[in-house]
């Protein structure tokens, strides 16, 4: 459904997903299950579309996006996701986890949020 609609019209996807949105590295402990690595590849090849924060974070373990409220867990959970079109690679300048210490603080959500900064 998604492809019939976005035909023609640049396709912005993001939210929580409930799975990791990201490639695991071989150094981490949970590892990608093959549903998670056909989803991303289904984003890559049929919608054309980017990773932001992969993108700008190719080598780096992944960056925990969502959290218990009762407990941080040392492992990182990155189940949030934003997704653009690949030709906009080259105007993504920044793209973070909100989930320092002020976030942290916050009980309003178990999800931190990922903010994406694009310039010409």
């Not at 549903?35 to 780096?60: K, S, V």
């Not at 969502?66 to 189940?79: A, E, G, K, M, N």
């Not at 934003?82 to 976030?103: H, R």
Request: proline share 7%; hydrophobic share 40%; glycine share 8%.
């Amino acid at each position: 459904m998604i492809t019939r609609l976005a035909a023609g019209h640049d396709l912005i996807i993001g939210g929580d997903f409930n799975l990791t949105m990201s490639a695991r590295h071989g150094a981490e402990e949970r590892k990608n299950t093959p549903g998670e690595r056909a989803i991303h590849r289904r984003l890559r090849d049929e919608f054309g579309l980017i990773n932001c924060w992969q993108t700008l974070h190719p080598d780096e373990a992944l960056s925990q996006t969502y959290r218990h409220f009762f407990s941080d867990d040392p492992q990182s959970f990155h189940i949030d996701g934003l997704f653009v079109p690949a030709a906009w690679q080259p105007f993504l300048k920044s793209c973070e986890v909100a989930n320092g210490p002020a976030w942290r603080g916050s009980m309003n959500s178990d999800h931190f949020p990922i903010i994406a900064t694009f310039a010409p």
